[in-house]
């Protein structure tokens, strides 16, 4: 301050200084100070290209929080979190990728490392004249991101099991991950469980379409979506899993806090338009959709698991226990390194 030092010069210079250090803070190619070496890793996305749930990872690239923990992440896209492509990866350890209890109840030497999301924020759209499960009978639902046994699947089977029915009373269509909305709205299918933005574009482009149901009310219990690594690679090197996450769980405390300062981030990466992300990006704040810490509750993995056995999912006799689907312990080591527990509005997980 002037008061404490009277040469212009140098107050100016350290002026200079701090707008320097402020502008650099927000650089995407910011340089890790003290890197001896930058370490590798991939970080894997479950959606080509990503839905605004899935941005966490460009989100802390695109700010610098992979940089200054040393590391270089290189962004991988998958068709399906689910998808042969994507469980191959997790099984050799080439990325970090989205797992669940089913994989590992089938053997999937793989563990959760971080709930990315622990609630879904997805709704059930339907074609213009159903306005109850029931309707869904004989209907063409979407099966896209994996086909049988992928989310959309499971989703539209969740539905058709609210009114009494089962997957066989309904005709479930595969297709890209890309094709759900395009799919809505050339009739091609009646049901699609679809991400907030593309709710927000559906309604756009085709507003006879209707919200049936959205999927956290039908099952606010289920474990949406966690990053996991082989259980190898967490034996091998958890120090780099552990600051992968920290990143990732700086990026989510940041799109809760300065949510302007993501928006463009998101945009790029999903490639839809800006009123469609802010929709989206909404919606995930006001239902802590992302978490700010573990994104692990007990009680949430144990009830998806249970759920899991009782739809045939997984084997009763090879029922996975919570500890081991998820790995508390790394995910807290994460939470101390992005700075502690912290919560933000109403948002704990």
Known sequence: MMTRNPDKTFVLAAAAAALIAASAVDASAQSAPNCPTMRKINVGVSVAPPNVVHTSPYIAK???????RCIDANIVQFEGGQSQTSAVAAAQGSAIVSVNDVSIGRGLKVQ????LAPRMPQGYM???GVTSAAQLKGKRLSATGGGVGGFNWRMGREVLKS???TEADAQFIPSPTAGRLPGLIANQIDGVALHPEDVFLAKKQKPTLNLLVQLVELMPLY???AYGASTEWIARDR???????AAMIEANRTAYRERDKVIP???????KPKEAVEYALDVLIKNCVWSVNEGFDPKRTQWTIDNSVANGDVEAGKKPTVEQVSNMKLASEAVELAGGRVTIGKCVE
């Open 239 to 245: 120090a780099l899993l552990r600051d992968t996450v």
């Open 62 to 68: 695109a700010l610098g929080y992979f940089a200054k």
């Open 112 to 115: 959760q490392i971080w709930g």
């Open 163 to 165: 009114a009494g029915l």
């Open 126 to 128: 339907v074609q213009e």
């Open 223 to 225: 474990m949406f979506n």
């Open 265 to 271: 981030i998101i945009v790029e990466a999903t490639t």
